[in-house]
């Protein structure tokens, strides 16, 4: 379970930020317990989160940092190795203190059947990794296994740090074996060693995301791939009754015994059924919800992290509420299976229509600074009362993310004489 992720010096995201998935006091029965406990008193977590801003605001780079820290984790000790004195990251490129300052990247995550909690992190330079930490937390104590600093002289311990006995691996052969540019927790997992392959594989395993524009028929395949797997006959069902509900006219799915493919029925005028080639007369609509189920029934499946970029560019307002709610409901999430998108559509945020799949505590907001910097927040910052309109009231820019742009202000552009003059 993710329950925190911190970033800094990230393409627009300048100053160190954080997105917490905790909850609040402004929780309204939406989180689920962590199995954690803090002063005695239960830790929850919430298992959606939306975040809102206007275009070019930086929400995408939010998801693109946890993307490229699960990246570094799978990459760093293989694929980095072609290009041993570079370290592929995305500083800040606005000014020149950022462009040679170090990005950061750390999570909280929740782990195992007896819930322990990990911090794990790394700060990058262009050469080399700079830092790199992880703490346990058995039993609520913090547990240092490594805290890694590059230039950390020999008198202050070096390069690494091991504290206590909480770590139990190769230390020195694992820490000779780890390059300047390669993390030390995917040198320990590339070996196999049993502690670090545990934060390791929630990185791997754990992490799904989808971007709408670019990876709709790679979905499209394992959603297929998944179908045709043996023993997968309740997956099938599930496809066929998420296909049913979203109102497309579709009827049932089966295999072209001429092809090998699977083709979607459709109902017809005169009350049958006829079944359409799926790459050349289905709409779009269709490829992208069923390009969407594959993902969303696996990770409904592991419990695992569902990243959403553009929840709403391909999903109608109604089928997206839909999805919020299949993760906030227990029953339809029972393994804590965690949602977490960015979204134009303030609808989610309640209308007549939707009933507010989002609550309050679920709502996070990215704007841009003048300076080009993206700031992140979350809503509850403005303080919503409960019977707020939040819809109303994000669209109004009282809590910002929205657009500073006057109603009429493009029209008045394009039509000045200047523009003319221009063209």
């Known amino acids: ?29 939406t989180a689920r317990t962590t199995g954690l406990k803090h002063r005695g008193q239960d830790i929850s977590a919430q298992p959606v989160v ?25 990459d ?8 041993p004195e570079t370290v592929p990251r995305q500083p800040f490129k606005l000014d020149s203190e950022s462009r040679e300052a170090t990005s950061l990247f750390e999570v909280d995550v929740v782990l195992g059947p007896d819930p322990v909690r990990y911090t794990y992190g790394f700060e990058l330079s262009d050469e080399r990794v700079e ?24 008198s202050d311990g070096g390069e690494f740090i091991f504290r206590g006995e909480g770590f139990k691996g190769e230390r020195e052969a694992l820490v000779r074996l780890t390059r300047p540019n390669a993390l030390f927790l995917s040198v320990g997992a590339a070996l196999n060693d049993p502690q670090l392959s545990v934060p390791y594989r929630w990185f791997i395993n754990n992490l799904w995301l989808l971007t709408p524009r670019s990876d709709v028929s790679e979905r499209v395949r394992w959603t297929d791939h998944l179908l045709q797997r043996q023993g997968h006959a309740d997956f099938h069902r599930r496809v066929v009754r998420m296909l049913r509900s979203a109102d497309l006219g579709i009827t049932q799915l089966d ?20 079944p359409l080639n799926f790459l050349t007369e289905e709409s779009l609509g269709t490829h992208a919800w069923f390009a969407f189920l594959g ?31 299949v993760f906030q409901d227990p029953d339809a999430n029972p393994r804590g299976a965690q949602l977490v998108f960015t979204t134009h559509d303030a609808t989610l945020l309640g209308s007549e229509v939707l009933d507010r799949p989002l609550k309050r505590d679920q709502v996070w907001i990215t704007a841009k600074r003048r300076s ?52």
């Open 1 to 29: 379970m993710l329950i925190r992720f911190r970033v800094a010096n990230h393409r627009s995201i300048r100053d160190e930020h954080e997105l917490s998935l905790i909850a609040t006091e402004f929780d309204e029965g």
């Open 50 to 74: 939306g975040v809102f801003g206007a275009n070019a605001s930086g929400k995408s780079n939010l998801l693109s940092g946890i993307r490229l820290m699960r990246d570094a984790v799978q």
């Open 76 to 83: 760093s000790f293989a694929d980095w190795a072609k290009s």
């Open 131 to 154: 830092a790199e930490w992880l703490h346990a937390y058995p039993h609520g104590r913090r547990n240092v296994w490594f805290d890694r600093e590059a230039d950390r002289p020999e």
């Open 255 to 274: 295999t072209d015994p001429d092809t090998g493919e699977f083709r979607l029925w459709h109902r017809t005028p005169d009350g049958g059924e006829l």
């Open 295 to 325: 993902p969303m029934l696996t990770v409904l499946d592991q419990g695992s992290v569902l990243l959403v970029d553009e929840l709403d560019s391909s999903l109608h307002p109604t089928l997206a509420a839909e999805v919020v709610r």
């Open 372 to 423: 080009g910097e993206t700031e992140l927040y979350p809503l509850t910052a403005a303080k919503p009362r409960k019977e707020e309109n939040l819809e109303r009231g994000y669209l109004r820019g009282r809590y910002g993310g929205v657009p500073r742009v006057t109603a009429g202000e493009i029209v008045r552009e394009l039509s000045s004489p200047e523009a003319g003059a221009t063209a």
